[in-house]
């Protein structure tokens, strides 16, 4: 079956490096996904690596992907207030972005 | 990318009545697919809504409970049927677009249902 863990909360300094981890059981996986959703938002896709991939670097966002281990992270560099929100990972099978499988969300707290 | 819209934002809806959730695309899509979002929970696919075709429903879903009506390829439509207060979610309508290399689902904001 299909299931996508991750640690339920992350409490970071503002101006610190965020992790935040996926594991996911599915070794199938095309791509794999991040979305950000803020309070009371939809979900925001940030970005996505493809399983052939170990490494996607955006701006501040770096994507690691471990295929061996079945383990993704996301890194946000010089994380700020703005960043807080609920971060989910998400695994697709076969080809493009259809039936996404969501992981359980990381809610990640920015403090001063 | 795609920008996508829902109606209602929210809505307060009594026990064994009946919404229906709009969702609207600014392109032309092939798939659209709708969720749940279940309070403090992640997101549960419901159904894939093809233009032309039925729903396919997910495991756990049956359409007379959350029938769709996809009649456009911009378009489409969820309806919550006979509510109790487990329905109390947030629904939320995505749709496959291209998108920097790969097909991704983009999402709408989201539709948030408290059943009393």
């Known amino acids: 079956g299909e299931d996508v863990e991750q640690s339920l909360f992350l409490s970071v300094r503002e101006g610190d490096s965020s992790v935040i981890n996926c594991t996911y059981t599915?070794?199938?996986?095309?791509?794999l996904y991040w979305y950000k959703q803020e309070p009371g938002a939809g979900l925001q896709l940030l970005t996505y690596?493809?399983?052939?991939?170990d490494m996607k670097q955006d701006q501040r966002l770096t994507v690691l992907l471990n295929k061996k281990d079945k383990h993704l992270s996301l890194r946000i560099a010089d994380t700020q207030t703005g960043d807080s929100a609920i971060y989910f990972c998400?695994?697709?099978?076969?080809?493009?972005?259809?039936?996404?499988?969501f992981g359980t969300g990381t809610q990640l707290k920015v403090e001063l | 990318s795609a920008v996508i819209s829902q109606k209602p934002s929210r809505d307060i809806c009594q026990r064994g009545t009946s919404l229906t959730i709009q969702c609207q695309v600014d392109?032309?899509?092939?798939?659209m697919f709708w969720y749940r979002q279940q309070p403090g929970q992640s997101l549960t696919l419901i159904a894939t809504?093809?233009?032309?075709?039925?729903?396919?429903?997910e495991s756990g879903f049956v359409i007379d409970k959350f029938p769709i009506s996809r009649p456009n390829l911009t378009f489409s439509t969820l309806t919550v049927s006979n509510m109790s207060p487990e329905d109390s979610s947030i629904y939320l309508c995505?749709?496959?677009?291209?998108?920097?290399?790969?097909?991704?689902?983009?999402f709408g904001p989201g539709t948030r249902l408290t059943v009393l």
């Open positions: 995505s749709v496959l677009a291209p998108g920097g290399g790969a097909d991704t689902q983009y």
């Open positions: 599915d070794s199938s996986s095309t791509y």
């Open positions: 690596i493809f399983s052939n991939m």
């Open positions: 998400a695994e697709t099978i076969g080809g493009g972005g259809n039936k996404l499988t």
């Open positions: 392109s032309q899509v092939t798939m």
């Open positions: 809504a093809n233009q032309g075709s039925e729903a396919t429903y």
